[in-house]
């Protein structure tokens, strides 16, 4: 049975395994959390102990992962842990200090957990996913004709459907995508694959596989052909990862690297890919077991334990503002037309403002050397003149009042009285100053001092 984590933002950490069983841990701890006795410690820690020797993925490490269970319970380790929440953190570290499996961990349900929970997960939750728009919060076309989709997570196929195809519908006329997966926690694998399709074409291909211990079962994950819905296969893609990063949102990540459709920018994921689902330990105690490996068809391998690593590395917080300015700087290197060439190069030069006003750290041009007439620098179009009013900055731009220019940082600058998306910004490049000229109502344009 296939199975999933994902993680989101509303305090809970969900584990699912469609059409067979659901439960839920909240990750708060409310102001009274449950408490141990000898004998509650002794039987969840014997359950464990044969649960991760019967079922976790790998063999051998199931073997070492049950008897540190019992060597602890027999040198009496956590006899002094007297709640139950501290017990689960507890186990869950002993744990990792032995499988390095992220998805392995043991918890405490402040509400019983059925031993054999069955059925769709509840109304609830699909409530939940509904109101998050399928984990997909945000969808905007960036300047450059570039579009950006945040990907929070990746829920069961059936309930993420509509906001993909939504998602794509309104992207599918950009020239480039961003997905950004910095905080994508994961999901259903169906729904990697779903996305996958999104960005090929033609016949449907195996992007992944579960490798499950019980049975030695082999499960495949395909796209499926989109025909004229698909964004496509060949224009340029770019994923944003994070630590934070993990499982299913790895697994979209990893697929599209893979397979050289899309250039990973960011930092190293988190690295957590055996799939799994939850196995009830009684008492409330429940361990996320791990018991398949997730195999990629090309690599033979995956991001277990060692995570996503990026193309081209950037802190994770910055990485939107640098993927946005490759993503301009591969649409102008196949530019065709002069003009589009020379309305990327603008988008550039904004990018490349906005980046250094944010740094601190950019030189700026002395108000003396701005003064002056500017032009396009190719074709006919307004002129700009920069003026001096008694020490300040003022802007004269043919059929237009004049506007004085509020400094905002690095060398940007604000026209008084504007409306929102006016902005004017200045560099030096080859010894000659030039002016970006931005509107709220067409792409800016570069003009050159006279």
Do not use: C
Request: no cysteine; net charge neutral.
């Amino acid at each position: 049975m296939k199975s999933f984590l994902l993680t989101v933002s509303t305090g809970f950490i969900v584990t699912l395994q469609p059409g067979a069983a659901f439960a839920a841990a909240s990750t708060a701890e409310p102001p009274t959390p449950g408490t141990l006795d000898a004998h509650v410690r002794k039987e969840v820690l014997d359950e464990l102990a044969r649960q991760l020797e019967s079922r976790y993925a790998i063999e051998g490490t199931a073997k070492k992962l049950a008897d540190l269970v019992r060597s602890k319970q027999k040198s009496n380790a956590y006899k002094k842990i007297t709640s139950a929440p501290e017990l689960g953190r507890a186990l869950t570290n002993d744990l990792a200090a032995v499988a390095h499996d992220k998805h392995l961990r043991v918890y405490y349900s402040f509400t019983p957990i059925p031993k054999a929970p069955s059925g769709p997960p509840p109304a609830e939750f699909a409530s939940l996913v509904r109101k998050l728009n399928g984990m997909i919060p945000r969808v905007e076309v960036l300047d450059g004709n570039v579009g950006y989709m945040r990907v929070n997570g990746v829920p069961p196929v059936d309930m993420a459907r509509p906001s993909v195809v939504a998602a794509f519908a309104f992207l599918h006329n950009t020239d480039a995508l961003i997905i950004d997966n910095r905080g994508n926690g994961g999901g259903d694998p169906e729904t990697v694959a779903l996305y996958n399709s999104y960005l090929s074409e033609g016949k449907p291909y195996v992007v992944n596989t579960f490798h499950w211990r019980e049975g030695n079962r082999v499960v495949e994950f395909k796209t499926t052909d989109l025909g004229d819905l698909s964004y496509g296969a060949h224009k340029p893609v770019f994923v944003l990862t994070s630590p934070a990063t993990f499982s299913g949102g790895e697994e979209l990540s990893y697929d599209l690297q893979v397979l050289k459709r899309a250039v990973i920018v960011g930092e190293v994921s988190g690295g957590g890919a055996n799939p799994g689902g939850p196995v009830p330990l009684g008492h409330q105690f429940a361990v996320n077991m791990p018991s398949g490996q997730a195999v990629n068809p090309v690599t033979g391998t995956s991001w277990e334990g060692v995570g996503v690593k990026p193309d081209v590395a950037v802190p994770s917080a910055a990485a939107l503002g640098k993927v946005h300015a490759l993503a301009i700087e591969r649409l102008t290197a196949e530019a065709s037309d002069p003009a589009s060439r020379s309305e990327l190069n603008a988008i550039a030069m904004k990018l490349e403002t906005i980046e250094e006003a944010k740094s601190g750290h950019a030189v700026r041009i002395a108000n003396q050397d701005l003064l002056g007439t500017y032009a396009l620098q190719s074709g006919p179009g307004a002129t700009v003149t920069i003026l001096d009013n008694q020490g300040h900055l003022t802007q004269h731009t043919d059929g237009f009042p004049d506007a004085a220019l509020t400094f905002f940082a690095g060398n940007r600058y604000t026209p008084e009285g504007l409306a929102v998306g006016y902005a004017t910004s200045f560099r030096m490049k080859d010894g000659k100053v030039e002016l970006l000229l931005e509107v709220p109502f067409g792409p800016p344009t570069i003009r050159s001092k006279q």
